[in-house]
């Protein structure tokens, strides 16, 4: 049973008001914050949610004076000057409380992130084309597992050139890039990438010399009958938890100094990026992973008194990630595909044969689109 709100009572001489649940929690709100967000039909658009006013239409004495619960179960104030009742849904309120303990430690992820390593096994997440293809409800179930494990299967993809882009542009928007608006991993002489050849490739992050990185990326097999090229996943903010639980002070280096990466493969491209290893917000939180030993530049954003040390821990979180307890491997057959959240999981692949036909096509898209998607199939059954 959602709990409802039981009280609201004005404090700090009008500066906030606080609400009670039947629950027993309780959270405080600025006056100011409850008008530049308030709901009524003068601040948001009826028809988009957009708001019509600014912040310097709101009053910077702005002030409650009266605060209680609707019989309907709203929170209703009134706040000076104009002196307006502005309603506020209780379970609204409560889903944006600010007022709570934050998060202090470096380092920290998002509630709705499970990480895993090879403990994963083999019942990896995977859905059904001929389903996802006409069912609001099994898309939904193909993006839920990249919201919360940063990949997911799909099998039965038509094994045709493009059908990569069709399953993207089920959820979202194929973002071309110099490799074009899908791309063929194949090998091919005097390749543009090393990805264009039948070498294995460490794991990595795609793309981290882009700025903005693609978030997301799909790969989908036409054809395979080569030895080997087996697919390898690897979650890097799991890697990320152990490296922090070792060795803090190599978290540190990684996540507080910038790296370069560099792309100069094709004619006409330069493309050059400056960020951390592993990307935090300004609160601590792990938002981010970039690691691509291909396209790693010379750092020359640490220190020389700290560059052994972030040696140290490149090295380190190598090692990591080269575990084969942090694995979940696995061999795509024609008409599978799989797709990984690009900004946390980093994928390799192992050596193959000459002999025999590996044919993958890939595409980039991004997580707004995948993130949206899945919140409004959500809000329909909701």
Same mark, same amino acid.
């Given at each position: 049973m959602t709990p409802s709100a039981e009280a609201a009572s004005v404090i700090l001489n009008g500066r906030a008001v606080r609400v009670a649940w039947s629950d027993g929690f309780s959270a405080r709100y600025h006056a100011v914050w409850l008008r530049y967000n308030a709901l009524d039909e003068a601040t948001r658009s009826a028809s988009n949610g957009q708001r019509l006013i600014s912040l310097l239409d709101v009053p910077s004495k702005t002030a409650a004076t009266a605060a209680a619960i609707s019989p309907e179960g709203e929170v209703s104030i009134t706040l000076a000057p104009d002196m307006r009742a502005?309603?506020?849904? *209780? &379970?609204? =309120?409560?889903?944006?409380?600010? +007022?709570?303990?934050? &998060?202090? &430690?470096?380092?920290?992820?998002?509630p709705a992130i499970t990480t895993w390593d090879a403990g994963f096994g083999a019942d990896l997440p995977r859905s059904d084309w001929r389903a996802v293809s006409t069912s609001p409800a099994a898309l939904a179930a193909w993006l839920v597992p990249v919201r919360a494990y940063g990949f997911s299967l799909l099998e039965n993809v038509p094994k045709e050139p493009g059908a990569v882009c069709t399953a993207a542009e089920r959820f979202g928007f194929v973002r071309e890039t110099n490799y074009g608006r899908l791309f063929d991993v194949r090998a091919q002489v005097n390749p543009s990438n090393l990805a264009f050849t039948n070498l294995g490739l460490e794991a990595h992050s795609d793309n981290p010399y882009r700025d903005p990185v693609p978030t997301l990326q799909l790969l989908c097999c036409l054809e395979n009958s080569v030895e080997g090229g087996d697919s390898r996943l690897v979650d890097g903010f799991r890697a990320v938890e152990r490296l922090k639980s070792e060795n803090l002070a190599h978290f540190d280096l990684l996540s507080g100094y910038c790296t370069r990466f560099e792309y100069a493969g094709s004619p006409g491209v330069r493309l050059r990026s400056r960020r951390p290893v592993i990307e935090l917000a300004p609160d601590g939180q792990v938002i981010a992973v970039r690691w691509n030993n291909r396209s790693a530049a010379a750092p020359v954003d640490v220190p020389f008194d700290e560059m052994e040390g972030y040696y140290a821990a490149s090295r380190r979180f190598t090692e990591i990630i080269e575990d084969p307890a942090m694995w979940v491997t696995f061999k795509l057959a024609p008409g599978e595909l799989f797709m990984v959240d690009n900004t946390r999981v980093l994928h390799a692949r192992e050596a193959y044969s000459g002999e025999g036909s590996r044919w993958l096509q890939g595409c980039y898209a991004d997580k707004d689109? =995948? =993130?949206?998607? =899945?919140? *409004?199939? &959500? +809000?329909?059954? *909701?």
């Open positions: 502005f309603r506020f849904p *209780a &379970e609204w =309120l409560r889903a944006r409380a600010y +007022d709570q303990a934050r &998060e202090a &430690e470096r380092g920290w992820f998002d689109g =995948l =993130l949206s998607t =899945l919140a *409004a199939i &959500e +809000d329909q059954v *909701a």
